[in-house]
């Protein structure tokens, strides 16, 4: 089992940048696979980004492509999303969750069984 407590978000202008942390409790944090998902008010739940256990292989959805970059680091227990270039439409409360599994369900919430309790970004000027 793995708890996660995101952090680093605030409130940003447009163009700015912010990096959000995962920090996970537990010595099996290596096992999991990691996602950071977003959600914004009156709106579903959506997949940003994953990487898997090793880090050798990272998924982002094309909205974020070029602008977010999702990392680990293993010995700190901890996964990371550089943001730049925000937009307003990334206003959201991210999250990001674990999950033993690496299949098309990774872009998916239901493929996650671990969640933290998200930490709100706001893009606005």
């Known amino acids: 089992q793995v708890q996660l407590v995101e952090s680093g978000g605030g409130l940003v202008q447009p163009g700015g940048s912010l990096r959000l942390s995962c920090a996970a409790s537990?010595?099996?944090?290596?096992?999991?696979?990691m996602g950071w998902f977003r959600q914004a008010p009156g709106k579903e739940r959506e997949f940003v980004a994953a990487?898997?256990?090793?880090?050798?292989?990272?998924y982002s959805t094309d909205s974020v492509k070029g602008r977010f970059t999702i990392s680990r680091d293993n010995a700190k227990n901890t996964v990371y999303l550089q943001m730049n270039s925000l937009e307003p439409e990334d206003t959201a409360v991210y999250y990001c969750?674990?999950?033993?599994?690496?299949?098309?369900?990774?872009?998916?919430?239901?493929?996650?069984?671990?969640w933290g309790q998200g930490t709100q970004v706001t893009v606005s000027s």
């Open positions: 969750a674990a999950t033993n599994t690496w299949g098309p369900d990774r872009i998916l919430p239901g493929g996650y069984g671990y």
């Open positions: 537990g010595r099996t944090f290596s096992r999991y696979n």
């Open positions: 990487i898997s256990w090793s880090g050798n292989t990272i």
